[in-house]
């Protein structure tokens, strides 16, 4: 199994970026999906999750902006980022938790796309 993250980029404050997260390999189902981001000489912390049935959580600091969705068909998960902050910048990581053809379910980590945004 393998996550692919792409769409970071270099924005200005205010401006907008679309993240996506794509899963491959022998999979049987994608569990919750999630995004993660780590400033620089921070911790990585939790920005959004979306569940198998579409619920959805967001980090206080990025609700009214940022907007998680998912495709169960492609294997694929997106963040949709408006309204950007300088303080959004960071690396951000998809992660999935994944039930593989052989019945076992493990979180994989995406490789990281990096979000910077200039004021």
């Known amino acids: 199994v393998q996550l692919q993250a792409s769409g970071g980029g270099l924005v200005q404050a205010g401006g907008s970026l679309r993240l996506s997260c794509v899963a491959s390999?022998?999979?049987?189902?994608?569990?919750?999906m999630g995004w993660y981001r780590q400033a620089p000489g921070k911790q990585r912390e939790l920005v959004a999750t979306?569940?198998?049935?579409?619920?959805?959580n967001y980090a206080e600091s990025v609700k009214g902006r940022f907007t998680i969705s998912r495709d169960n068909v492609k294997n694929a998960g997106y963040l949709q980022m408006t309204d950007l902050k300088p303080e959004d910048t960071g690396v951000y990581y998809c992660?999935?938790?994944?039930?593989?053809?052989?019945?076992?379910?493990?979180?994989?980590w995406g490789q990281g796309t990096l979000v910077t945004v200039s004021s």
């Open positions: 390999g022998t999979i049987f189902m994608i569990n919750d």
């Open positions: 992660n999935a938790k994944i039930t593989e053809r052989s019945a076992i379910t493990r979180s994989w």
């Open positions: 979306i569940f198998r049935d579409g619920g959805t």
